[in-house]
Protein backbone atom coordinates (compact mmCIF):
# COMPACT_ATOMS: atom_id res chain seq x y z
CA UNK A 1 0.00 0.00 0.00
CA UNK A 2 1.91 3.29 -0.91
CA UNK A 3 1.64 5.64 1.88
CA UNK A 4 3.31 9.25 1.84
CA UNK A 5 4.00 10.87 5.32
CA UNK A 6 5.31 14.61 5.22
CA UNK A 7 7.10 16.78 8.07
CA UNK A 8 8.80 19.55 9.04
CA UNK A 9 6.17 22.12 8.48
CA UNK A 10 5.86 24.96 11.26
CA UNK A 11 6.15 28.86 12.07
CA UNK A 12 9.22 30.59 10.63
CA UNK A 13 9.44 34.76 10.07
CA UNK A 14 10.67 36.34 6.69
CA UNK A 15 13.75 34.87 5.80
CA UNK A 16 14.17 31.70 7.20
CA UNK A 17 14.47 28.47 6.20
CA UNK A 18 12.85 25.06 6.74
CA UNK A 19 12.96 21.55 5.19
CA UNK A 20 9.96 19.52 4.50
CA UNK A 21 10.62 15.80 4.49
CA UNK A 22 8.29 13.46 2.60
CA UNK A 23 8.63 9.58 3.59
CA UNK A 24 7.52 7.34 0.58
CA UNK A 25 6.89 3.27 0.61
CA UNK A 26 5.00 0.92 -1.42
CA UNK A 27 5.01 2.05 -4.85
CA UNK A 28 4.45 -0.86 -7.67
CA UNK A 29 7.88 0.75 -9.35
CA UNK A 30 11.02 2.00 -9.00
CA UNK A 31 10.68 4.89 -11.50
CA UNK A 32 8.64 7.77 -10.43
CA UNK A 33 7.69 10.92 -9.58
CA UNK A 34 7.37 12.69 -5.96
CA UNK A 35 5.84 15.99 -6.57
CA UNK A 36 5.50 18.80 -3.53
CA UNK A 37 2.43 20.99 -3.58
CA UNK A 38 0.80 23.62 -1.72
CA UNK A 39 -2.16 25.50 -0.75
CA UNK A 40 -3.21 28.45 0.83
CA UNK A 41 -6.59 29.43 2.00
CA UNK A 42 -9.05 30.28 -0.62
CA UNK A 43 -6.59 29.22 -3.57
CA UNK A 44 -6.14 26.91 -5.41
CA UNK A 45 -3.41 24.04 -5.09
CA UNK A 46 -0.31 24.74 -7.08
CA UNK A 47 2.56 23.28 -7.40
CA UNK A 48 5.62 23.81 -5.77
CA UNK A 49 8.45 21.09 -7.27
CA UNK A 50 9.00 17.82 -8.29
CA UNK A 51 11.91 15.24 -8.70
CA UNK A 52 12.25 11.38 -10.07
CA UNK A 53 12.05 9.03 -7.35
CA UNK A 54 15.81 8.00 -9.15
CA UNK A 55 17.15 12.33 -8.78
CA UNK A 56 17.76 11.91 -12.33
CA UNK A 57 15.24 15.20 -13.04
CA UNK A 58 13.69 17.96 -11.02
CA UNK A 59 11.68 20.62 -11.71
CA UNK A 60 10.36 24.48 -9.94
CA UNK A 61 7.62 26.32 -10.17
CA UNK A 62 9.08 30.31 -10.65
CA UNK A 63 7.86 31.12 -7.93
CA UNK A 64 10.42 29.35 -5.48
CA UNK A 65 13.33 28.85 -8.49
CA UNK A 66 16.49 29.91 -6.22
CA UNK A 67 15.05 29.67 -2.88
CA UNK A 68 13.69 26.04 -3.01
CA UNK A 69 15.68 23.13 -3.40
CA UNK A 70 14.43 19.64 -3.86
CA UNK A 71 16.35 16.32 -3.42
CA UNK A 72 15.81 12.70 -3.10
CA UNK A 73 17.23 9.79 -0.44
CA UNK A 74 16.74 6.67 -2.45
CA UNK A 75 18.23 4.56 0.72
CA UNK A 76 15.71 6.41 3.32
CA UNK A 77 12.85 6.36 0.69
CA UNK A 78 12.59 10.30 1.53
CA UNK A 79 12.36 13.32 -0.63
CA UNK A 80 13.26 16.45 0.60
CA UNK A 81 12.31 20.36 0.29
CA UNK A 82 15.02 22.70 1.71
CA UNK A 83 13.04 25.94 1.91
CA UNK A 84 15.00 28.91 1.89
CA UNK A 85 14.46 33.01 2.14
CA UNK A 86 10.66 32.11 3.19
CA UNK A 87 7.64 34.79 2.25
CA UNK A 88 4.83 35.43 3.78
CA UNK A 89 3.07 34.49 0.71
CA UNK A 90 5.19 30.77 0.99
CA UNK A 91 2.96 30.20 3.87
CA UNK A 92 0.02 27.05 3.06
CA UNK A 93 -0.43 23.34 3.16
CA UNK A 94 2.45 22.03 1.65
CA UNK A 95 1.34 18.40 0.72
CA UNK A 96 4.17 15.85 -1.40
CA UNK A 97 2.43 13.74 -3.77
CA UNK A 98 3.34 10.63 -6.34
CA UNK A 99 2.64 8.89 -9.38
CA UNK A 100 4.07 7.17 -12.36
CA UNK A 101 4.99 10.14 -15.12
CA UNK A 102 8.12 11.42 -16.95
CA UNK A 103 10.08 14.24 -17.45
CA UNK A 104 8.57 15.96 -20.45
CA UNK A 105 8.11 19.68 -21.27
CA UNK A 106 9.12 23.22 -19.00
CA UNK A 107 6.21 22.89 -16.39
CA UNK A 108 6.77 18.74 -15.82
CA UNK A 109 5.57 17.45 -12.45
CA UNK A 110 3.97 20.55 -11.12
CA UNK A 111 0.11 19.42 -12.19
CA UNK A 112 -1.91 18.20 -9.23
CA UNK A 113 -4.10 16.60 -11.57
CA UNK A 114 -1.11 14.21 -12.74
CA UNK A 115 -0.58 12.73 -9.25
CA UNK A 116 -3.54 9.99 -7.53
CA UNK A 117 -1.67 9.35 -4.19
CA UNK A 118 -1.53 12.15 -1.45
CA UNK A 119 0.01 12.76 1.66
CA UNK A 120 -1.85 14.51 4.31
CA UNK A 121 0.01 17.94 4.14
CA UNK A 122 1.78 19.99 6.94
CA UNK A 123 1.60 23.51 7.38
CA UNK A 124 4.21 25.84 6.93
CA UNK A 125 3.37 29.76 8.41
CA UNK A 126 5.82 32.41 7.56
CA UNK A 127 4.90 35.55 9.65
CA UNK A 128 7.17 38.07 11.83
Known amino acids: QLQLVESGGGLVQPGGSLRLACVHS????????IGWFRQAPGKEREGVSC????????NYADSVKGRFTISSDSARNTVYLQMNNLKSEDTAVYYC?????????????????????WGKGTQVTVSS
Open 97 to 117: AADTLLPSGPNWGLSAALYDN
Open 26 to 33: GFPTDYYA
Open 51 to 58: IMSSGSAA
